[in-house]
């Protein structure tokens, strides 16, 4: 559904103020930015626009998730695309088709052809940039979710990461982390830009729609305060936290020439710093979905007693031989 309020006035809501990333990005260089139709991405857009940025390109993937609603989001995209001038990269996937063949998840199988279709689009492009519009409100319900599958403790997105998909190393960066989603909106409306709105968002089937709908609510209503805010403190502390044992890590020379782990000095470790290393280990190799079970069978491989060979998701293997450990098909 399309949506846009013309004749409402909005007060002015001042954004590039709390988006201190557009005063010093390069404007000159060459940035992906991804756009699904929906308020946060449109609103991306025309700010990056508003701010001077001129070497766009658009990247929408269609999932095929909502039938004719999709092809209407990807429409939408391509006629905004060619009102403001900027070019567009606009593919299909089916989704349902790949969660089939490899048994992933919905959603890790949609994250999964996002990420491989940002990746031909870094290739097409020369631009391994891609700039994403997760907020506020995202980050709060990533941070809840891995709370609740044990996975990161009160880890979220990070505002800059690397990742990489087959040989294409990519650099994520996601602006609007400080802002939130009424935000975005109010500054769409003050402005009379048009979006898209997802109805699926509304369904309480995802376990995301949930958090947001449900429970995001409810704490709010139990604790009197905005559980948005204090779930973005706790991923702060958790990205301080990350990069002390980064630092600690790189002291430690844990990767052979060949980006293999090296398993005597992984040993050397103690075992919350094993597990740091592990877990860097699995998402610098763009392996989704890093939770406690699967922590725990990684972990198992420093045992010679153990199997040598760990599945991961997308049907990737962590592998164990000759005091090595890495990742192989």
């Known amino acids: 559904?399309?949506?846009?309020?013309?004749?409402?006035?909005?007060?002015?809501?001042t954004l590039e103020t709390k988006i201190p990333w557009l005063a010093r990005a390069p404007r000159g260089r060459r940035w992906l930015v991804g756009v699904s139709g929906g308020a946060d991405s449109v609103a991306l857009?025309?700010?990056?626009?508003?701010?001077?940025?001129?070497d766009l390109v658009v990247c929408h993937l269609d999932h095929r998730l909502r039938g004719r609603?999709?092809?209407?989001?990807?429409?939408?995209?391509?006629?905004?695309?060619?009102?403001?001038?900027?070019?567009?990269?606009?593919?299909?996937?089916?989704?349902?088709?790949r969660m089939a063949e490899t048994g992933e998840s919905m959603e890790t199988a949609a994250r999964n052809a996002r990420h491989e279709f940002f990746a031909r689009c870094a290739a097409r492009h020369r631009c391994r940039r891609i700039l994403l519009a997760h907020h506020a409100d995202d980050q709060a319900e990533t941070v809840l979710w891995n709370l609740l599958r044990g996975s990161h403790g009160l880890k979220g997105m990070r505002?800059?990461?690397?990742?990489?998909?087959?040989?294409?190393?990519?650099?994520?960066?996601?602006?609007?982390l400080g802002v939130r989603r009424h935000e975005l909106v109010g500054w769409l409306q003050e402005r009379r830009h048009r979006w898209r709105e997802d109805a699926s968002n509304r369904e309480p089937v995802a376990i995301r729609n949930r958090l947001r709908n449900e429970v995001m609510p409810l704490l709010a209503e139990i604790s009197g305060r905005d559980p948005v805010a204090a779930f973005a403190r706790g991923a702060e502390d958790t990205v301080a936290r990350e990069e002390l044992e980064n630092e600690l890590l790189q002291?430690?020379?844990?990767?052979?020439?060949?980006?293999?782990?090296?398993?005597?000095?992984l040993r050397k470790l103690s075992p919350n710093m094993q597990r740091a290393a592990l877990c860097k280990f699995l998402r610098d190799q763009g392996i989704p979905e890093i939770d406690r079970v699967l922590l725990k069978r990684s972990l198992g491989l420093l045992e010679t007693a153990n199997p040598a060979v760990v599945n991961l998701p997308g049907g990737r293997r962590l592998r164990r031989r000759e005091g090595r450990i890495w990742i192989g098909d």
């Open 159 to 176: 505002d800059e990461q690397q990742f990489t998909v087959g040989r294409v190393r990519l650099q994520v960066v996601r602006p609007l």
């Open 45 to 54: 857009l025309h700010l990056l626009l508003e701010a001077g940025f001129r």
């Open 251 to 265: 002291q430690a020379d844990l990767l052979d020439p060949q980006g293999r782990l090296h398993l005597p000095a």
């Open 1 to 13: 559904m399309e949506v846009g309020k013309k004749s409402a006035h909005i007060p002015s809501v």
């Open 69 to 97: 609603d999709s092809t209407l989001d990807a429409e939408f995209v391509l006629r905004l695309c060619g009102k403001l001038g900027v070019p567009c990269e606009s593919e299909r996937a089916d989704v349902r088709k």
